[in-house]
Each structure stands twice: as structure tokens, then as C-alpha cells.
């Protein structure tokens, strides 16, 4: 039965998953990227970058089993990039250059729609503008029996939670603090309800802890 993932979804000390000031130059917001330190480390984030080293461990082994079954990803706008309202013209294509590091259909949840954007290594960007119920069918049915991943942002992910849609979460907690931003949590007063915690491994950094929907009987 395919399912809807949460992976490797990093949050600061006191609960934040971005910092305020999204931009081009700060995608995590000012000061946000910190919360990524642990990734950045890793050999399979150096891998998917296109550089050689990178550590090993239990950070890596998380970082490398992300995208393990998984045939389509969904993503909110300020995960594909910082423009806001309508869009204006087709010239922003992502972060990440012409070769995204997803390999898959790509629906972004957005309130304004734009065309499908074919990019480099298999990735296209879906624009959905009509709920997140709907970019759910639609990856499920582009990922051809294989597992959806949802990358974010908080907005987003904390909606699925609210709706249940979420299968499996996987949250890494780290060591930093960034005083303000974006909380994932807030308003999931079904979390205790229709989850439960299946995994906790710390590694010397970060703390990993995977939450499931509970089985009904």
C-alpha cells in the first residue's frame, strides 16, 4: 500500500523548522540554514551535490535511506523558492539548478497556477492549485505504486498532519535555536490522537525520532 512520508524534516531546540526572512540568499530563513548542519555533513548529501567526502554514521544512513521508495514528492511554493503572489513570468525554475535533486513528479502546493516545468535527471514541477487533497492523488498516481514524499515546509506538512494524510514522519531534532519562525506542531491537536513514536536513535549531533499513524483495530 503506498504511503505519504516525512523525511529527514530538520527542527531547531525550541520547535522551528525555518527562520523569518525567507530570500533568495536565505532559503531557511536568516540564520535558518543551521538547522541543516547535520545533513550537510554527511557523504549522501555530498554525494547529491556532486562532491566527494562526507561522514558516515547514523546521520548518513537516514540521510541515505530518504529517498527509498519513493516515486513522486510533493513540496509547498516557498520550498520551490521565495516569490510570492502570482506568478509574474516563468523564469524562476527551483533552488537547486538545472538538475534537482528529486528525479521524480514534483506537485507544488500553490494558490496560483503556472505550466509544468520539465527540468534535468527526470524532474518535472507540477503547479496544484486546487488543495492538498489533490496533489496527494495526483503523486500517488505518478509514483506508479511507489511511496510519496512531502519535503515541506512547515505550512504544509502541519496541514497533512491536521488531515491525517500522513503516514510516516520523520523529524530530526537538532541542537540550535533559532528564537522565532516557523513551528511545526502548533494546531496538531490530533497528533497524540493518530500517532505514535516507532524510533529514537540520537547520533553525536541530532536526535532522530520517526513517528507513525497508529494502527486501528
Known amino acids: 500500500m503506498q504511503k ?3 523525511r529527514c ?20 530563513g536568516k540564520g535558518g540554514l543551521v538547522i541543516m548542519d547535520w545533513a550537510r555533513q554527511t557523504r549522501s548529501f555530498h554525494k547529491m551535490i556532486g562532491q566527494e567526502g562526507g561522514s558516515t554514521g547514523i546521520d548518513d544512513d537516514f540521510m541515505a535511506k530518504a529517498m527509498d521508495n519513493i516515486g513522486a514528492n510533493i513540496l509547498g511554493r516557498n520550498m520551490f523558492g521565495p516569490v510570492r503572489g502570482p506568478w509574474a513570468d516563468d ?5 537547486w539548478g538545472p538538475n534537482p535533486p528529486y528525479h521524480t513528479q514534483v506537485f507544488v502546493v500553490t494558490h496560483h ?11 518535472t514541477f507540477h503547479f496544484v492549485n486546487d488543495g492538498i ?7 500517488f498516481v505518478a509514483a506508479q505504486g511507489k511511496d510519496v514524499r ?9 496541514q497533512y498532519l491536521q488531515a491525517g494524510l500522513i503516514d ?16 511545526l506542531f502548533e494546531g496538531t491537536d490530533n497528533l497524540a490522537r493518530d500517532y505514535e513514536c516507532v524510533e529514537t536513535v540520537a547520533s553525536g549531533t541530532v536526535t532522530h525520532v ?8
Do not use: C, Y
Open 113 to 123: 497556477a503556472r505550466s509544468a516545468l520539465a527540468m534535468e535527471g527526470g524532474t
Open 9 to 28: 524534516f530538520a527542527l531547531s531546540l525550541d520547535g522551528f523548522s525555518s527562520a523569518p526572512g525567507q530570500s533568495l540568499e536565505n532559503p531557511f
Open 133 to 139: 487533497e489533490s496533489a496527494l492523488q495526483q503523486a
Open 91 to 95: 523564469d524562476w525554475k527551483g533552488w
Open 168 to 183: 510516516e514522519l520523520h523529524i530530526v531534532i537538532t541542537d540550535k535555536l533559532l528564537g522565532s519562525g516557523e513551528r
Open 4 to 6: 505519504l512520508v516525512v
Open 150 to 158: 512531502l519535503g515541506g515546509g512547515a505550512t504544509l506538512v502541519r
Open 210 to 217: 520517526r513517528l507513525a499513524k497508529k494502527k486501528r483495530d
